[in-house]
């Protein structure tokens, strides 16, 4: 018992006073520097920023519309703030990171770094997100809900990533507690082990696993170990604090505006609505059904210029892939199509998954068109799917009452919170279409987007897999998906 308060209270103050260091650090005039400073100087002088980073989908990947990542946005922020182009550098590993801004390799280093006062050659600016270490465990093994459940355990975690730190502190209360360290793998490599059974549990931090649940839902969240941490960027020690102390300058009005909290929602606060039944049979109907249906969305994806796996997402939510589904309401067929709607597109028969992803895919385009030229992409996509379920005169509403709100009626995020509201008599009753269960098309548009994230994961991965061993499928690129190797979830 005195032993566990005593470690209680280690951690406690160890966390403050790291806290209180890193603040201090982060907050050195500009006159205590060791050096005279020229690097913001030459940076602003030849135009771009330099950053080392990691290709995660926390940090910088890139998606469907160019990159994407948490610190690949605040970056890029960061170097227009500057007035300055970015040169992102993705293909390192943790250490790597660190050990390229140590010898001045980059101007700056941005790859979910713990904020670690003690590293040496390094700088760092103040904390930007908080990192909580997680353990997450293999689903069906017995709950592990505390620090002795892990006893049992095959253990594993990142090297450099931080996380590591709380393992070897409860070495004081568990002296016979072991894991491996890598600096190999990443969060999902990691996750994927978890659930296929090499390991039975690891240590990550609590939004990375946020951000890549739906992709593994094998794997369950166990408990929170130690006291959070601080993600920083870091700079090379060698090249002065002007650069430092523009970033933290930086991060200082990002915060303040809510620009950074707006950011960190957007990344890291998904609701958890897809279920573990609902995330594991969609995954099996990717490996068991969607490859006798793959060509016909690739088909109708190059007619009408959409990402086929987003057309194969729109009718997984539709009709889980069954060409014969049938409503209540009477609309019918893969996609899913009204009567009017399967006669305004000239698809004869609704029941036949040729004319009805073709038929789908162009009333999807169709309704994109008709939307206000205003609503810029991704926005514009997100309201096309929404009208696609409620109806173009219950979105046009929408964005009506968006408005009445005091919001943006071209922006998905507001609109998205006035569908809801076409439940309700005192706002229906001032629209011209009327009631509408507005608060369908949200959750539809937001499983799309998950479906599509988790299809888009699979192709990723697959293609890294090839050029990782040097070697292409003898059918092309455009069938990667599922057709040449085991599917990686």
Aim: charged share 25%; net charge negative; aromatic share 10%.
């Amino acid at each position: 018992m005195h032993r566990s308060l005593a470690l209680h209270l280690y951690r406690h103050w160890r966390g403050y006073l790291l806290l209180c260091c890193g603040l201090l650090l982060a907050l050195w005039p500009a006159h205590q520097a060791w050096r005279p400073d020229a690097q913001l100087a030459t940076i602003r002088e030849r135009a771009f920023l330099s950053v080392l980073t990691r290709n995660t989908p926390t940090t910088f990947y890139q998606g469907r519309h160019g990159p994407a990542g948490f610190e690949y946005e605040l970056v890029r922020r960061f170097a227009d703030h500057l007035g300055v182009s970015l040169d992102m550098d993705p293909d390192h590993s943790l250490q790597e990171v660190l050990d390229g801004v140590r010898t001045g390799d980059a101007d700056l280093g941005a790859a979910a770094l713990p904020l670690a006062p003690a590293q040496e050659g390094v700088i760092f600016t103040r904390p930007i997100l908080t990192l909580q270490p997680l353990v997450v465990y293999r689903r069906g093994l017995p709950p592990v809900r505390e620090i002795d459940d892990l006893q049992r355990l095959s253990l594993a975690t990142l090297r450099g990533s931080g996380t590591a730190l709380a393992l070897r502190e409860l070495q004081a209360e568990l002296p016979e507690l072991s894991w491996l360290e890598t600096g190999d793998l990443e969060v999902a490599d990691l996750l994927q082990r978890v659930e296929a059974g090499s390991l039975d549990a690891a240590v990550v931090y609590a939004h990375q696993f946020r951000l890549n649940r739906l992709f593994f839902p094998g794997v369950e969240r166990g408990f929170p170990l130690g006291e959070p941490l601080s993600m920083a960027w870091a700079f090379p020690a060698a090249n002065g604090l002007a650069l430092q102390q523009a970033a933290n300058a930086f991060l200082a009005t990002q915060q303040d505006n809510g620009e950074l909290e707006a950011l960190v929602a957007r990344y890291f606060g998904h609701d958890d609505y897809l279920e573990y039944v609902g995330a594991r049979r969609f995954i099996r109907q990717t490996r068991e059904v969607l490859p006798d249906y793959a060509p016909l969305f690739r088909a109708a994806a190059r007619e009408t210029s959409f990402d086929w796996k987003l057309l194969a997402a729109l009718g997984y939510q539709e009709s889980h892939w069954d060409p014969r589904a049938t409503s209540p309401t009477g609309v019918r067929g893969l996609m899913m199509l009204t009567l009017p709607t399967a006669d305004e597109m000239g698809v004869a028969d609704r029941l036949d998954p040729a004319q009805s992803v073709d038929g789908g895919a162009r009333y999807l385009r169709g309704l994109m068109e008709r939307l206000p030229e205003s609503i810029e992409e991704p926005d514009r996509l997100w309201m096309a799917l929404a009208a696609y379920n409620v109806g173009l005169g219950h979105l046009y509403d929408a964005r009506r009452i968006a408005e009445q709100r005091g919001g943006d009626s071209d922006r998905w995020a507001d609109v998205r919170e006035a569908l809801p509201l076409l439940q309700k008599r005192e706002w229906y009753s001032q629209t011209r279409y009327g009631y509408a269960r507005g608060g369908e098309p949200v959750i539809y548009v937001r499983n799309i987007r998950r479906y599509y994230e988790i299809l888009d994961y699979v192709d990723r991965s697959q293609r890294q897999f090839f050029q990782l061993n040097a070697r292409r499928p003898d059918n092309g690129d455009d069938d990667l998906l599922f057709d040449t190797v085991p599917p990686v979830l």
